[in-house]
């Protein structure tokens, strides 16, 4: 039953940054794992970021790391994704996802999460 709308999607140029935002809908959002996730043509979807409930643990795929933020403002229901110094390779299309339920999980895992967005466009020009 939850829906998450990303936006904030567009063209850059490489070295640029672009913030994505994830609106979330539901009045538990705080209890939701959250991550995101990009899918380039003809590729499998992968993970690239994922946050703790309260926030207070971060984690990154390596590709992005030291170059994209996750973050959340529970109180605003959204998840963000700081993208900076981006590269051609992060080219993709980029996807938020939720884990509502409750139990252990694995945050690196697609098959973790059970809410998803419809996804946004990142292109970044060389």
């Known amino acids: 039953q939850v829906q998450l709308v990303e936006s904030g999607g567009g063209l850059v140029q490489a070295g640029g940054s672009l913030r994505l935002s994830c609106a979330a809908s539901?009045?538990?959002?705080?209890?939701?794992?959250m991550g995101w996730f990009r899918q380039a043509p003809g590729k499998e979807r992968e993970f690239v970021a994922g946050i703790s409930r309260g926030g207070d643990r971060r984690y990154y795929a390596d590709s992005v790391k030291g170059r994209f933020t996750i973050s959340r403002d529970n109180a605003k229901n959204t998840v963000y994704l700081q993208m900076n110094s981006l590269k051609p390779e992060d080219t993709a299309v980029y996807y938020c996802?939720?884990?509502?339920?409750?139990?252990?999980?694995?945050?690196?895992?697609?098959?973790?999460?059970?809410?998803w967005g419809q996804g946004t466009q990142v292109t970044v020009s060389s």
């Open positions: 996802a939720a884990r509502t339920r409750g139990g252990t999980y694995f945050v690196y895992s697609l098959s973790d999460y059970d809410a």
């Open positions: 539901g009045r538990t959002f705080s209890s939701y794992v």
